[in-house]
């Protein structure tokens, strides 16, 4: 293993700042990226997608509320789970996804769809969509800086009266947690690594829980590298104070993406905006 000063390594276990962010590539990472395209394909699993089952009733809700023959253009579609389900209904669909893996699965699969290998954060477009969808609560995963870009972007790409679909995790999931750590050893490697790994763990809180972000330093025979990733919990309000500076109107607010009337007590939240 390379040799790593003391000083470093207990510098990386120091709680991160506030929406420090890694260096570390993650989605497109070549052993990563092999796990989550398995977590995306197993239909059982709420892991990278929902279990399937959820995604049929999702694409068919999203079918009722987006007009037919509709432009849409999904933001982390991964292997084109929702993308394939919406051309097979009729709609002219893009996806962007930024790993190599997923896009090269989806274009295989779906000719009908095109896919876009690419960070949806650089993403172009100028009132190019009626409808742009982001979900399994992607919005979150960014920091506000990021998300003030994406929403800048969105509204930008969406046509007059397109509409934004979107969900979020809710305060309910960070209710009652605390800081909390914990290691690993994984000898015949893992998600992280395909080597041998020691993976030491830390969930951390912040901002009265509503920010958290999970640490993970991945140690092997000759590298450590070190992954944040981040997770911000909304209520109603705390949202739309977020998203409706730029110009949307509030179209319809539910507790998840298959439509289920708003109660204010699910894990998630799916907002409707419209430009």
Same mark, same amino acid.
């Given at each position: 293993?390379r040799?790593?000063?003391?000083?470093?390594?207990?510098?990386?276990?120091?709680?991160?700042?506030?929406w420090q962010r890694?260096?570390?590539p993650?989605?497109?990472?070549?052993?990563?990226?092999?796990?989550?395209f398995e977590?995306?394909?197993?239909?059982d699993?709420?892991?990278?997608?929902?279990k399937?089952?959820?995604?049929?009733?999702?694409v068919?809700?999203?079918?009722?509320?987006?007009?037919?023959k509709?432009?849409?253009?999904?933001?982390?579609?991964?292997?084109?789970?929702?993308?394939k389900?919406?051309?097979d209904?009729?709609y002219?669909?893009?996806?962007?996804?930024?790993?190599?893996?997923?896009?090269? +699965?989806?274009? %295989?699969?779906?000719?009908?769809?095109?896919?876009? *290998?690419?960070?949806?954060l @650089?993403?172009?477009?100028? =009132?190019?969509?009626?409808?742009?969808?982001?979900?399994?609560?992607?919005?979150g995963?960014m920091?506000?800086?990021?998300?003030?870009?994406?929403?800048s972007k969105i509204y930008?790409?969406?046509?007059?009266?397109?509409?934004?679909?979107?969900?979020?995790?809710?305060?309910?999931t960070?209710?009652?947690?605390?800081d909390?750590?914990?290691?690993?050893?994984?000898e015949?490697?893992?998600?992280?690594?395909?080597?041998?790994?020691?993976?030491l763990?830390?969930e +951390?809180?912040? %901002?009265?829980?509503t920010?958290?972000?999970?640490? *993970?330093i991945?140690?092997? @025979?000759?590298?450590?590298? =070190?992954?944040?990733?981040?997770?911000?919990?909304?209520?109603?309000d705390t949202?739309?104070?977020?998203?409706?500076?730029?110009?949307?109107?509030?179209h319809?607010?539910?507790?998840?993406?298959c439509?289920?009337?708003?109660?204010?007590e699910?894990d998630?939240?799916?907002?409707?905006?419209?430009?």
């Amino acid at each position: 293993m390379r040799e790593i000063k003391m000083d470093k390594l207990f510098q990386m276990l120091q709680k991160a700042a506030l929406w420090q962010r890694s260096r570390e590539p993650f989605w497109d990472d070549e052993h990563i990226s092999k796990g989550m395209f398995e977590a995306h394909l197993n239909p059982d699993w709420d892991a990278a997608s929902r279990k399937h089952s959820f995604i049929d009733r999702s694409v068919k809700w999203l079918e009722s509320i987006i007009p037919e023959k509709s432009k849409i253009l999904d933001l982390g579609c991964g292997p084109g789970l929702y993308t394939k389900k919406l051309s097979d209904a009729g709609y002219d669909v893009t996806g962007i996804d930024y790993s190599r893996r997923s896009i090269s +699965y989806a274009k %295989e699969h779906d000719t009908k769809t095109k896919y876009i *290998y690419q960070d949806y954060l @650089e993403m172009d477009y100028y =009132e190019d969509f009626d409808a742009i969808t982001l979900i399994y609560c992607d919005y979150g995963a960014m920091v506000p800086d990021e998300r003030k870009m994406l929403l800048s972007k969105i509204y930008r790409a969406l046509k007059p009266g397109g509409l934004f679909i979107f969900d979020v995790f809710t305060e309910q999931t960070h209710r009652g947690k605390s800081d909390q750590t914990s290691w690993s050893f994984h000898e015949q490697g893992g998600f992280w690594s395909e080597k041998p790994l020691l993976c030491l763990e830390a969930e +951390y809180y912040y %901002e009265n829980n509503t920010a958290r972000v999970n640490k *993970y330093i991945v140690i092997t @025979e000759n590298s450590i590298r =070190e992954f944040l990733i981040w997770d911000t919990a909304f209520t109603k309000d705390t949202l739309l104070q977020e998203v409706m500076p730029f110009g949307f109107k509030l179209h319809g607010i539910y507790d998840d993406v298959c439509g289920s009337p708003y109660t204010g007590e699910a894990d998630t939240l799916c907002c409707v905006l419209k430009k």
